[in-house]
């Protein structure tokens, strides 16, 4: 069998081969004899959001579970040179979830196992599949249990072991730390094939080598998240300031606040002082009947202007004057511009689904599908005023065609066992998030030059000096990764030699080599 797989790769590029030849490498690969695995050619393997790199794979597998793929680890294990790569919901930027001639597992086809509540300790969980996507685990939390995961990501169309193998951050994290912090237990198939369970006390190695660890260790089949009780509904606040400074003191101010007195969402971007419809001031306003008054922006103000965005629980139930007592008594202590204030009041699912019907239009007309190469960093407190100076108020005043998001984070919420990598040192660090959007069409600069214009925004940060991280880094060499990880490259490696010593999974991160 082994003999036949070896002749056959080495025989077959994947350009030539036929999708005819399928029914053939499955069987090569001994891969039906669970008959659950469908063995399928498609093309969605070799695509993602990021849309600049495409790698076709040998084949897509779409397993029923954990046991299916651990059959295909295997069978690439044996192999001379085959890689496999779980494939999440695609929404990687740089061909992270490809495997150029190797297996791609669609994790989806998992999407409906495990779902359940498990209650321990005096703590609610829920257990889902690796495969799930957080707006389905969102959905079925609240109207099942009236229960909800505590840390989520802006947009829910990312499955949980996509996120979780990065961190998965968005504005509940300054309270609860990222997605990875939440979870209590995972169960992992390894690049040998073994199916693993682990958590904090239970091969505490894996667990925490396989959070933040860029697929390089396990592919998660299932995930023990913590919940919290589902609130009603979310007061949805938008403040803008014309200082970046007003705005940092603000933003560091609420999310250190006690649990309780503050808000239960802190997020911030930065915008162009402009009308342009997605850069300037039409982006900010929540309310569609209600619109920006320019007129209100001091004369002071520069290119860039902020806007912290904000919301807060509340219960059908609660008193109206209650909540506004309690969210206008915090806005009463910060200094956004008066009169650049907007805020609704949307139910608590509406709120975590808010990018969907960005998601919608975005597809009507062709920019979703079209390229996006966004950078994502951490950058420290101490450097967030000079990147401002350079990157927001210099390279990016014209803004990137979509948000550009920062607010602050908490170190003390981020659990250092995991293998997430942050800013060196303080307690407070800032997320950038450059959320680019390109024209489907040749308007505008190409794709090219704003992958330079990251380029150069990284190499800036690094010439400064600044105390940053990319967050879903992306490296060509194993050089920048060996910086990229720092003092805990030495424990990284440890963990491949030990769960993937063949350098099987997520070949598209390009961390190791196939050990051939
Ligand atoms: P994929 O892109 O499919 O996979 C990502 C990596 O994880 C690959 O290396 C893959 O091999 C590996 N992998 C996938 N599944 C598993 C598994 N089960 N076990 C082990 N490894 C696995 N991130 C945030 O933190 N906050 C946000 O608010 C946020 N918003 C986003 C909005 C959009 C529109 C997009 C496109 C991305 C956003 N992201 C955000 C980034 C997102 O977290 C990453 O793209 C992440 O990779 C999840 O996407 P995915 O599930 O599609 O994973």
Not at 163 to 180: D, I, W
Not at 464 to 483: A, I, N, T, V
């Given at each position: 069998?082994?003999?036949?797989?070896?002749?056959?790769?080495?025989e077959?590029?994947?350009?030539s081969?036929?999708?005819?030849?399928?029914?053939?490498?499955?069987?090569?690969?001994?891969?039906?004899?669970?008959?659950s695995?469908?063995?399928?050619?498609?093309?969605?393997?070799?695509?993602?959001?990021?849309?600049?790199?495409?790698?076709?794979?040998l084949?897509?597998?779409?397993?029923?579970?954990?046991?299916?793929?651990?059959?295909?680890?295997k069978?690439?294990?044996?192999?001379?040179?085959?890689?496999?790569?779980?494939?999440?919901?695609?929404?990687?930027?740089?061909?992270?979830?490809?495997?150029d001639?190797?297996?791609?597992?669609?994790m989806?086809?998992?999407?409906?196992?495990?779902?359940?509540?498990?209650?321990?300790?005096?703590?609610?969980?829920?257990?889902?599949?690796?495969?799930?996507?957080?707006?389905?685990?969102?959905?079925?939390?609240?109207?099942?249990?009236?229960?909800?995961?505590?840390?989520?990501?802006?947009?829910?169309?990312l499955?949980v072991?996509?996120?979780?193998?990065?961190?998965?951050?968005?504005?509940?994290?300054?309270?609860?730390?990222?997605?990875?912090?939440?979870?209590?237990?995972?169960?992992?198939?390894?690049?040998?094939?073994?199916?693993?369970?682990?958590?904090?006390?239970?091969?505490?190695?894996?667990?925490?080598?396989?959070?933040?660890?860029?697929?390089?260790?396990?592919?998660?089949?299932?995930?023990?998240?913590k919940?919290?009780?589902?609130?009603?509904?979310?007061?949805?606040i938008?403040?803008?300031?014309?200082?970046?400074?007003?705005?940092t003191?603000?933003?560091?101010?609420?999310?250190?606040?006690?649990?309780?007195?503050?808000?239960?969402?802190?997020?911030?971007?930065?915008?162009?002082?402009?009308?342009?419809?997605?850069?300037?001031?039409?982006?900010?306003?929540?309310?569609?009947?209600?619109?920006?008054?320019q007129?209100?922006?001091?004369?002071?103000?520069?290119?860039?202007?902020?806007c912290?965005?904000?919301?807060?629980?509340?219960?059908?139930?609660?008193?109206?004057?209650?909540?506004?007592?309690?969210?206008?008594?915090?806005?009463?202590?910060?200094?956004?511009?008066?009169?650049?204030?907007?805020?609704?009041?949307?139910?608590?699912?509406?709120?975590?689904?808010?990018?969907k019907?960005?998601?919608?239009?975005?597809?009507a007309?062709?920019?979703?599908?079209?390229?996006?190469?966004?950078?994502?960093?951490?950058?420290?407190?101490?450097?967030?005023?000079d990147?401002?100076?350079?990157?927001?108020?210099?390279?990016?005043?014209?803004?990137?065609?979509?948000?550009?998001l920062?607010?602050?984070?908490?170190?003390?919420?981020?659990?250092?066992?995991?293998?997430?990598?942050?800013?060196?040192?303080?307690?407070?660090?800032?997320?950038?998030?450059l959320?680019?959007?390109?024209?489907?069409?040749?308007?505008g600069?190409?794709?090219?030059?704003?992958v330079?214009?990251?380029?150069?925004?990284?190499?800036?940060?690094?010439?400064k000096?600044?105390?940053?991280?990319?967050?879903?880094?992306?490296?060509?060499?194993?050089?920048?990764?060996?910086?990229?990880f720092?003092?805990?490259?030495?424990?990284?490696?440890?963990?491949?030699?030990?769960?993937?010593?063949?350098?099987?999974?997520?070949?598209?991160?390009?961390?190791?080599?196939?050990?051939?």
């Amino acid at each position: 069998m082994i003999a036949y797989l070896e002749r056959f790769i080495h025989e077959n590029d994947t350009e030539s081969r036929q999708d005819d030849d399928l029914p053939n490498i499955c069987k090569s690969l001994d891969l039906q004899v669970q008959g659950s695995i469908d063995c399928v050619a498609t093309g969605l393997a070799g695509k993602d959001f990021g849309g600049l790199y495409s790698f076709k794979p040998l084949a897509i597998i779409r397993p029923a579970g954990a046991d299916d793929i651990a059959v295909a680890v295997k069978a690439a294990y044996r192999s001379p040179s085959l890689t496999v790569a779980a494939r999440g919901n695609g929404h990687s930027i740089n061909g992270q979830a490809m495997a150029d001639g190797g297996l791609v597992i669609d994790m989806r086809s998992t999407e409906e196992n495990h779902f359940k509540i498990v209650k321990m300790n005096g703590e609610i969980f829920v257990d889902v599949s690796g495969g799930a996507l957080w707006e389905d685990v969102l959905k079925r939390c609240v109207s099942g249990f009236n229960l909800a995961p505590r840390s989520w990501t802006d947009y829910l169309g990312l499955t949980v072991g996509g996120t979780l193998s990065n961190a998965g951050v968005s504005g509940q994290a300054f309270r609860y730390g990222p997605q990875s912090s939440n979870v209590s237990e995972l169960d992992v198939v390894t690049g040998k094939g073994d199916i693993l369970t682990c958590s904090e006390t239970k091969n505490s190695e894996l667990f925490f080598g396989a959070l933040g660890g860029l697929g390089q260790f396990g592919i998660i089949t299932r995930a023990r998240v913590k919940l919290q009780s589902a609130p009603d509904m979310m007061r949805w606040i938008r403040v803008v300031y014309s200082e970046f400074e007003d705005f940092t003191r603000d933003a560091e101010w609420l999310v250190t606040l006690p649990e309780g007195v503050s808000f239960d969402y802190v997020e911030g971007f930065a915008f162009v002082n402009s009308n342009d419809p997605v850069n300037g001031w039409p982006s900010v306003p929540l309310d569609p009947g209600r619109g920006f008054d320019q007129n209100a922006i001091p004369l002071t103000a520069g290119c860039v202007l902020y806007c912290l965005e904000l919301a807060r629980h509340y219960q059908n139930s609660d008193h109206p004057s209650a909540v506004d007592r309690v969210v206008n008594s915090l806005l009463g202590r910060l200094r956004f511009v008066e009169d650049l204030k907007f805020q609704v009041d949307v139910t608590y699912v509406e709120f975590l689904l808010r990018v969907k019907p960005v998601e919608e239009r975005a597809r009507a007309n062709g920019i979703w599908d079209s390229p996006h190469p966004w950078l994502n960093m951490f950058v420290s407190k101490r450097d967030i005023a000079d990147f401002d100076r350079i990157v927001f108020k210099k390279i990016l005043k014209e803004g990137v065609g979509g948000p550009m998001l920062v607010y602050p984070l908490l170190r003390s919420k981020w659990d250092n066992r995991t293998s997430v990598m942050i800013p060196a040192d303080g307690e407070i660090f800032y997320i950038v998030a450059l959320l680019r959007f390109t024209p489907p069409y040749s308007k505008g600069p190409c794709v090219e030059k704003l992958v330079a214009q990251n380029q150069e925004i990284a190499h800036l940060c690094l010439k400064k000096g600044f105390d940053f991280k990319l967050y879903l880094p992306h490296y060509q060499s194993q050089e920048d990764w060996k910086r990229h990880f720092g003092n805990q490259w030495s424990r990284f490696v440890e963990n491949k030699a030990n769960f993937d010593p063949m350098a099987i999974l997520a070949p598209g991160q390009k961390i190791f080599k196939r050990i051939i």
